[in-house]
């Protein structure tokens, strides 16, 4: 309509990219929902970080496992000008917007997930571009972890994926995962 073209105006953009922002938003919406729907895991939809509810809201729940149980996964991480640390080994300082990392973020996870191997998939994008060491050393492979070893948005996630299950973007401190349960 008329005032969103002007909104958009106001912000520098086209009609048409207001319409590719919504489409992305969209897209990425229904992919949070359908993943939040099949893991019992809680979200605060103002920020999509994961929390997770105490233990007696999940007596039983294989998914969580118990203390020491670890898990392997791999992972993307972008961070943005918002992030605890905005600076990796690809960038002294990092300036990108938040919206514009997550957008990023939303097609690498599209690509995955569409790939024969997603553990390849991955591997292959985050050497060249996660802003984690473990993206160009390991292919974002990290060494098994268990609960309480990183930050909680992330361990939520992992611990609420099934082996090879990719997430959808997860915001931590750190920045915007994607991550892939290996084991």
Do not use: M
Not at 99 to 106: G, K, T, Y
């Amino acid at each position: 309509g008329g005032d969103d073209d002007d909104d958009a105006a106001r912000r520098g953009e086209t009609p048409r990219d207001s319409e590719r922002v919504e489409k992305t938003r969209k897209v990425e919406d229904d992919s949070f929902d359908e993943f939040r729907r099949r893991r019992a895991v809680e979200y605060d939809d103002r920020t999509r970080a994961a929390h997770v509810p105490r233990a007696s809201s999940f007596s039983g729940h294989a998914a969580l496992g118990d203390a020491s149980t670890k898990i392997v996964v791999r992972h993307i991480l972008l961070k943005h000008a918002e992030s605890r640390r905005p600076s990796s080994w690809r960038e002294q300082r990092i300036a990108t917007p938040k919206a514009d990392a997550r957008r990023e973020l939303v097609d690498i996870a599209r690509t995955v997930a569409a790939a024969p191997d997603r553990v390849e998939a991955l591997a292959g994008i985050a050497k060249t571009r996660s802003d984690c060491p473990s993206g160009p050393q390991k292919g974002g492979l990290l060494k098994p972890f268990k609960r309480g070893d990183l930050d909680k948005a992330f361990e939520a996630a992992a611990f609420a994926l099934a082996p090879n299950e990719l997430s959808g973007v997860v915001d931590a401190p750190s920045g915007l995962h994607v991550i892939l349960r290996i084991e």
